[in-house]
């Protein structure tokens, strides 16, 4: 369904028929939007934002990314949470065509490369994945884009290195429903790929006594939003995301952050060339209290494998924080913005 300026279409599907409720709602002048948060970390709750907010949001991406009216913007991502709304939002505001799509793990199958143009898209890395699967499709799609988002999950070293072959920029993104989609970005291709998040343009950062980082901006009503991100703070404007504070496994008095002992992991993967769905996480332990576990989805690895991963673990991070168990799951759950859902699958296990 295409959504030109100062034309809404006829729905055929009850998708596309909440896409265009939306879209009306806002035209309408509505000053207030209730949504849901995604759930991934934490119990998913309604949040009401402001017209103002969202609309402060837009303009800023759009002037991030240099987008114009006429510019075609790609909506694949689901239009009850943050991400997906906030796409309508910009091609209201932008006077951006807006190709809405429902939610699939490859959305650009429903676009005809030489006739359906898209500038500007923003996608999870799931949907990343999927459509590197099908490059002869995909990437005369991706490389005529003016910038694309990966946002909603961490991005792995394997996607990372999958996205070199994408000439068009593509940016990881940091941000939530309270901050009204992203607040800052890292290139992750090409020549100015970094590791580093760069804060967009008016939004403030610091962090509390914990290291973890707080934001203002136009987006959130200049009220500080404290989260529970530990970051590395380079300056007033640049940050490295280390992990999160409340995932934290406290093993035999060892503090470890899960999501360093993922990234030894995926390095290694991404050396072997192969992709596949993990996490690590602390389950309860009597003796440790809390011991490491590695969820990994699909088939098991092999021994060889996991002998070499507690070997680097080990050597990067010392012995505790050495994955004890492997919990094979055929299929992780995921939440409905298709984030891998780590409380379920463990709880699960529990």
Sequence with gaps: MRIAPGNLP?????????????????????SEFTLRTSGSTGTPKPI??????????????????????GDHALACLNVDYIAGVMM???????????????????????LNPETEP?????????????????????LPILNRMKAILVGGAAVDRTLEDRLQTVSAPVFSTYGMTETVSHVAVR??????????????????????????????????????????????????FHFRLLGRADSIINSGGVKIQPE???????????????AAR?????????????????????????????????EAVQLSMGPYAVPRKTVQVPVFSETPTGKIDRKAIVSAYQ
Aim: glycine share 8%; with cysteine; proline share 5%.
């Design 187 to 236: 290139r992750i291709n090409g020549p100015n790929r970094t590791d580093v998040f760069q804060a967009l343009k008016g939004v403030e950062i610091g962090v509390d006594a914990r290291n973890c980082l707080f934001i203002k901006a136009a987006a959130s009503d200049f009220a500080t939003i404290q989260t529970n991100d530990v970051v590395d703070l380079i300056d007033s």
């Design 278 to 310: 993990f996490f690590v996480a602390g389950v309860p332990d009597e003796r440790l209290g809390q011991q490491v576990v590695l969820f990994l989805e699909g088939k098991e690895w092999p021994e060889s494998r996991h002998a070499v991963i507690k």
């Design 10 to 30: 006829i729905p055929q599907t009850e998708y596309e028929a909440k896409a265009i409720a939306f879209c009306r709602a806002w035209l309408s002048g509505q």
């Design 48 to 69: 009401t934002l402001s017209r103002r907010q969202m609309k402060a949001s837009a303009l800023l991406t759009g002037h991030t990314f240099g987008l114009v009216p």
């Design 118 to 138: 898209v500038n500007f898209a923003a996608f999870v890395p799931l949907q990343m994945h999927a459509m590197l699967d099908h490059p002869g499709h995909s």
């Design 260 to 274: 360093r002992v993922e990234e030894v992991i995926a390095e290694l993967l991404a050396k072997e060339g192969m």
């Design 88 to 110: 309508l939002v910009r091609g209201l505001e932008l006077g951006l065509v807006i190709n809405v799509v429902e939610p699939s793990s490859n959305p650009l199958l429903a």
